[in-house]
């Protein structure tokens, strides 16, 4: 194994559940061979982990392939070549988003009622207010109390909020936002929005909509679209994230409620099966709870790998 870069104690511990039933299997392996019971051991142990059927089974014949040709043999081979594996699928995606050559940099926010997209959205004001001046736009204005909630944790940040009456067309409160971002010398635009699934169509014709309008005020805009999905969710996280792929573009997605209750092998399977990253984890609730994904120290961390430990 090379070298890791150690996760922050906060997503540790919003890991623990998976990393307990995987460190688990790899401990009970731990000085002994690897053979088919073991393997199928271990598929058993990432489907717990809710990493999903077919990427479990991709995981586990990648093994099978390097046990057959003696490239892995031990317990310990096996967690490492499946450490190496996870890493080069996850890919090199730290967080980064893409920013605004002039002007402010528009980020839309999308997901389900009850996924935390509201929180997720203070949360990405919290951390981009260490960059300057943020603007949210509560373009959510069918589902209740989604624009008061927005307003409330706006008043606690210290951010501008930019909103329109409840049941407005979101792509209006969309274009105030965007103009409000631009007047007032702003550096980020959050625009919150889709709080429902819809048909596709209906879904497809709103973040359409309000795409449009963003772009006509702020050139590219917006310049990042971001998926919130809950992580405790499991497996109905990836069909939300498959709803809204086919409506729309995502460029990456924010895995809400990473705390010990999830099961966060999820952010594997939604990466290798949509193709979008995880660029954001929210592991609490308070706002500065959101911690940048890195590939790297969330395998070590889901292994085991940080600190040698085989619980």
Do not use: C
Request: net charge negative.
């Amino acid at each position: 194994m090379g070298l890791f870069r150690r996760a922050t104690e906060a997503l540790r511990s919003g890991l623990t559940k998976t990393r307990t039933a995987l460190t688990g299997v790899f401990g009970a392996l731990a000085g002994r061979k690897i053979d088919e019971e073991a393997l199928q051991t271990i598929e058993a142990s990432l489907l717990r982990a809710d990493v999903g059927p077919a990427l479990s089974q991709s995981l586990v014949e990648s093994l099978r392939t390097a046990w057959r040709q003696g490239t892995v043999t031990t317990g310990e081979e096996a967690r490492d070549h499946l450490a190496n594996d996870l890493r080069e699928r996850l890919g090199d995606h730290r967080g980064s988003i893409t920013r605004a050559d002039q002007g402010p940099t528009v980020l839309l926010v999308v997901g389900v009622n009850g996924a935390g997209k509201t929180t997720s959205i203070a949360k990405l004001a919290k951390q981009f207010s260490a960059e300057g001046k943020v603007v949210l736009a509560a373009a959510d204005t069918f589902r209740a109390g989604a624009v008061h909630q927005l307003e409330v944790w706006a008043e606690r940040l210290g951010v501008d909020i930019i909103k329109g009456k409840e049941g407005a067309d979101p792509a209006a409160v969309a274009w105030d936002g965007a103009e409000a971002a631009v007047a007032r010398n702003a550096d980020f635009l959050i625009v919150d929005t889709a709080g429902r699934l819809h048909v596709q169509e209906e879904l497809m014709r709103q973040l359409s909509k309000i795409k449009d309008v963003l772009g006509r005020v702020i050139p590219n805009a917006p310049h990042e679209s971001l998926l919130v999905l809950d992580a405790t969710a499991g497996q109905n996280g990836l069909r939300q994230a498959e709803h809204f792929l086919a409506a729309a573009a995502i460029d990456g997605i924010v895995l809400a409620k990473l705390d010990g209750t999830a099961r966060g092998g999820v952010a594997l399977s939604i990466r290798e099966h949509t193709g979008v990253p995880v660029k954001f984890v929210g592991t609490g609730e308070r706002p500065e709870d959101l911690e940048v994904f890195d590939p790297e120290p969330y395998v070590d961390a889901l292994l085991g790998l940080d600190d040698g430990s085989t619980e």
